[in-house]
């Protein structure tokens, strides 16, 4: 089974500029996830979808954070303008949604670093 | 505002040693989950503990969870090198929701 597929997986900006990240979940998972972990951190939420819906993005700065997933499939991330304070790694997890037990998917992450 | 706090942060030890983890939260919940992070790389799922008095093992790994004393134990035994990693616990607060909140994780290095 393929796991969840991250692009980039590394990024330098300046700040300012705009960036974007792509995540591709596993194959029939209908929850994704995008957490930032700021070096040296725990990963923190940002949003979580169910299939193309927002089911929570308490914690995603909307001023300059967007993220969709059409189709309930993949999902893109974006920052526009960028801060210096975003440099971080971006995570996009899934997970299958039913019942208790469930386990959240990592993939390999996006590296930004914005200067 | 949920809390999960880790410690120690930091723990070197030797190898064949013995030693635990621990990982306290604020409030309320029956679910949480270990996680181990290598450098420069993405989370492995570990362990999922679903219940109070819950107990799963792993190879030299075994963790628990007390959800009345809001902790849980990562507990490794005669420790080898190929462990040395970040541990992360995460705790799902939100019934229903699955949303996580992670700790401040535990970098652990092994010493030959």
């Given at each position: 089974e393929a796991g969840v597929a991250q692009s980039p997986r590394y990024k330098i900006i300046e700040k300012r500029q705009s960036v974007a990240f792509w995540c591709n979940p596993i194959s029939g998972h209908a929850t994704l996830y995008w957490y930032q972990q700021i070096l040296g951190q725990g990963p923190k939420l940002l949003i979580q979808f169910q299939n193309n819906g927002?089911?929570?993005?308490?914690?995603?700065?909307?001023d300059r954070f967007s993220a969709e997933r059409l189709k309930g499939v993949d999902s893109t991330l974006k920052i526009?303008?960028?801060?210096?304070?975003?440099s971080a790694v971006y995570l996009c997890a899934s997970s299958r949604t039913s019942g208790r037990g469930y386990e959240q998917f990592f993939g390999p992450g996006t590296r930004l670093t914005v200067l | 505002e949920l809390k999960v706090e880790q410690n120690p942060l930091f723990l070197s030890m030797q190898e064949g040693k013995n030693y635990t983890i621990y990982c306290n939260y604020s409030t309320t919940s029956d679910r949480l989950y270990w996680y181990r992070q290598d450098p420069g790389k993405s989370l492995e799922s570990l362990f999922v503990l679903l219940s109070n008095g819950a107990v799963k093992q792993e190879g030299r790994l075994m963790a628990s969870l007390d959800t009345k004393a809001r902790l849980s134990t990562l507990h490794i035994t005669a420790?080898?090198?190929?462990?040395s990693a970040t541990y992360f616990c995460a705790v799902d607060l939100n019934f229903g929701n699955e949303k996580l909140t992670f700790g401040t994780g535990t970098r652990l290095t092994i010493i030959p």
């Open positions: 927002v089911v929570d993005d308490s914690q995603l700065p909307k526009q303008p960028a801060k210096l304070e975003d | 420790a080898v090198h190929d462990l």
